[in-house]
């Protein structure tokens, strides 16, 4: 009877699991189903479709930005590090390129898993870009303005 109760409970979590929209890859990333409505600024106004990103994707995305962060802070030794963030990650389609939007965030905000955040300020705790996850190319990057 035990067993059954497992197997029932388990198969509800499994049932609900993306009911709310997004799916969590770990404790600090969250990507967003392609049918939950969030908000999200491209920096233009090109219409674009959107996709759910898979954990490929994802990983993809950080791999190409942490190089980007090495790139582009050679002479800093405190480059930001990509794991100190928490990510959300949205799948989007511009111009038939498959991107993602990445918000990130040094501290988890309230509502993490339920939309997307723009605080105001914060300097480089906070970040949006654009990755083209095709032809690995950042579109879009910008911290937010200092506190």
Request: hydrophobic residues 35%; positive net charge; aromatic residues 18%.
């Amino acid at each position: 009877m035990t067993f059954i109760r497992i197997l029932i409970l388990f198969c509800l979590f499994i049932c609900t699991s993306n009911l709310f929209g997004q799916i969590t890859y770990g404790e600090k990333r969250v990507a967003f189903d392609q049918e939950k409505k969030v908000l999200i600024y491209l920096g233009n106004n090109i219409p674009y479709l959107r996709f759910t990103p898979t954990v490929a994707d994802i990983d993809s995305a950080d791999s190409f930005l942490q190089k980007y962060f090495l790139t582009i802070f050679t002479k800093q030794n405190n480059h930001p590090k990509l794991e100190n963030y928490y990510r959300q990650y949205v799948g989007v389609i511009q111009n038939g390129l498959k991107c993602i939007y990445i918000n990130a965030s040094y501290k988890k905000e309230n509502y993490f898993l339920e939309n997307t955040f723009y605080p105001k300020g914060g300097g480089e705790g906070y970040f949006q870009t654009v990755v083209n996850i095709n032809d690995k190319k950042i579109i879009n990057f910008h911290f937010n303005a200092p506190k």
